[in-house]
């Protein structure tokens, strides 16, 4: 495959490789190509995860916080959810 690079794009990896950051051209452009798959499925999954949010407000599946402590308050609520997940059971263990 032969592709047409502009100059800025050609000595942005020229520079890449010259610095040691790759050791190669063809690696400049893989390492760059798998940055852009992992942009792009980054994006699908957030808009992915707002029309779930969007579904959800028009179910009414949502809370409202009219004041900044309210909301600190259930964000403090969902982060020891969170944290009580987080933390295993016991074992018990009979020797």
Known sequence: MTIALSYDVEEL?????????????????????RLLKARED????????ILIGVEDIQRGRFTTCASDEELE?????????????LIPEPVNRHD
């Open 13 to 33: 990896i020229n520079e890449r490789v010259k610095s040691g950051a790759h050791e190669s051209a063809d690696e400049v452009i893989r390492a760059s190509l």
């Open 73 to 85: 308050s259930f964000s403090n609520e969902i982060i020891l959810r969170g944290a009580h997940k």
């Open 42 to 49: 980054g994006m699908d999954a957030l808009r992915k995860e």
